[in-house]
């Protein structure tokens, strides 16, 4: 019976591997099946050793060696893997080397066969595993810019701490058969598994309300892509309507000799159409459509915008992370030269197919001093309650990607400079 309450709290360990590295690690080579016969062969590595030679440091090494195998499932760059499977095995062995200790297991020795079995520390250790497994998805949900909620704190922590104490109640019982124990032992692990998965399916149903608000966003920029490209459609018809007059005016200027009022003439052509081809197009819709959306403020606001931009027509980038990074950074630079004599942004949007890298940087002039207060650049705006958060969220999303961010404020020049992998 002992064998079976290890087999059970092995499995609730595995399916812990499998929630961690869905945190570090997202991109999966296979779909379900192939994903379940991986973890299978983990579960396989994790208990055999121990069942046939018992002898921890094989363990050990089995143990992590499965854990790393098990990050060929991902297609993350291999460094990102390898770190991944190092710090889950540290995770879990500093874990059982603790609840060893608490349960009594101080004389060890690493290369011979043990014949200590615990029953409270092999149902603890898994359970107290599961409370630092919900504490890192947790933090690692608050870095990709999900919120939090402090009910969830409150259930990571309760939960696992909750479940020990009663299953140490219940295990104090006079006259308690092991069969009893494994049965305690699965109805324990269900409960969890019950609750992780309704947080999961909370967590999925905000993502989904996200994706529906992100469709929404996507449809209202379409629709101003739509209406500019209609406005350039007309100009066009206006241009070839007044090309003709243009094309006479040029060659009497010419027969005449006049070659001081042709240059002006000229000039005066090239910078109408200079001025009516202020919009984006690199042949990225969604990129197109943010950026038309917010020069359109720009414009009216009578701010120039310079724009450098070289981006393929597919971006793997999120239209909602692609319109926090932009909209949030054009609006701070908008924001800080509105009210100067030189209202001029250059924004830069270049894309690497070496490192599949995305270059984002924005810099514009401002007047007065930066003030600078942990970490982070305060904002100028009078209702400084409710602002200030732009910038933060840009840098979740940066972390996210596994990014950086620079910020220069040399020759009073504010300049932010992105770099996200993707």
């Known amino acids: 019976m002992s064998m079976i309450i290890f087999l059970i709290s092995s499995a609730f360990q595995t399916y812990e591997v499998y929630l961690l ?5 997202k991109k999966c080579r296979f779909g379900g099946k192939g994903v379940l016969c991986a973890y299978a062969g983990l579960y396989l590595m994790l208990t055999l050793p121990n069942l046939i030679l018992g002898i921890p440091v094989v363990n050990l090494i089995c143990s992590f060696g499965g854990e790393l195998l098990i990050t060929m499932l991902y297609k993350e760059r291999w460094k990102k893997r390898i770190l991944s499977g190092v710090f889950l095995f540290v995770i879990f062995t500093l874990t059982e080397c603790v609840v060893a200790l608490l349960s009594g297991y101080i004389d060890l020795d690493l290369f011979s066969s043990s014949e200590y079995f615990s029953v409270f520390g092999t149902i603890s250790l898994p359970v107290v ?16 810019g ?24 219940f295990y104090q019982q006079p006259g ?29 149903s905000f993502r989904l309300q996200v994706e529906k608000d992100t469709l929404e966003l996507q449809n209202q920029y379409q629709r101003k892509q739509l209406e500019l490209m209609n406005e350039l459609v007309e100009q066009v018809r206006e241009q070839r309507h007044d090309f003709i007059k243009h094309i006479s005016m040029i060659s009497y200027m010419n027969d005449q000799h006049e070659t001081e009022r042709l240059a002006a003439y000229l000039g005066e052509i090239q910078e109408n159409i200079l001025q009516n081809q202020k919009y984006a197009d690199t042949g990225n819709p969604v990129l197109d459509g943010i950026l038309n959306y917010k020069l359109q403020e720009a414009v009216a606001a009578d701010i120039s915008v310079d ?21 949030n950074l054009m609006d701070n630079s908008m924001e800080a030269v509105r009210d100067i004599r030189q209202k ?66 040399k020759n009073k020049i504010f300049e932010i400079k992105i770099c996200l992998f993707l």
């Open 129 to 144: 595993m599961f409370l630092i497994v919900l504490f890192i998805r947790n933090l690692k949900n608050i870095q990709e």
């Open 176 to 204: 308690l058969k092991l069969q009893s124990v494994a049965a305690c032992a699965v109805v324990l692990f269900a409960v969890n598994i019950f609750v992780i998965y309704l947080y999961d399916r909370q967590i999925h």
């Open 307 to 327: 724009m450098e931009l070289k981006v393929p027509e597919e971006l793997e980038l999120s239209v909602y992370d692609m319109n926090l990074i932009l909209a």
């Open 344 to 409: 001029k942004i250059t924004l830069g949007v270049r894309y690497s197919s070496k490192g599949e890298r995305l270059f984002i940087w924005i810099r514009n002039p401002y007047e007065g001093e930066r003030e600078k207060r942990e970490g982070n650049f305060c904002t100028t705006k009078e209702d400084k309650a409710y602002h200030g958060y732009g910038l933060r969220k840009v840098g979740k999303i940066v972390k996210k990607y596994d990014g950086t961010l620079e910020i220069s404020t």
């Open 146 to 169: 999900e919120d939090v909620p402090a009910s969830y704190w409150i259930i990571s922590v309760a939960l696992p701490i909750s479940s020990v104490y009663l299953f140490l109640l």
């Open 21 to 25: 590295m869905q945190c570090f690690l």
